[in-house]
Nanobody
């Protein structure tokens, strides 16, 4: 079992920044030596969608519209993945979830962008 704990969400004004953290613990595993951690988000009434992902060797992937504003990174020593979000917009408002190897989910952290 893997436990994922997200933190760093909150209320921010348009144009502001937030950094989300996802701390992993438990029986962390790799599939074919690849460990993939991803951030998803789900706005009210909408499907959960991929924001960005990162492998244990640092390869990254972003939803096309978010690249340039959002940056995913990881600290393998701390088993923590970060999502730096800049120039936030009201449409970025959502619950942000961390996912490990397409199997485990965190409880989510709320991000609200509003003036």
């Amino acid at each position: 079992q893997v436990q994922l704990v997200e933190s760093g969400g909150g209320l921010v004004q348009p144009g502001g920044s937030l950094r989300l953290s996802c701390a992993a613990s438990g029986n962390i595993f790799s599939i074919n030596d690849i460990r993939l951690t991803a951030w998803y988000r789900q706005a009210p009434g909408k499907q959960r969608r991929l924001v960005a992902s990162i492998t244990n060797d640092g390869s990254t992937n972003y939803a096309g519209s978010l690249k340039g504003r959002f940056t995913i990174s990881r600290d393998n020593a701390k088993n923590t993945v970060y999502l730096q979000m800049n120039r936030l917009k009201p449409e970025d408002t959502a619950v942000y979830y961390c996912n490990e190897n397409s199997v485990y989910w965190g409880q989510g952290t709320q991000v609200t962008v509003s003036s």
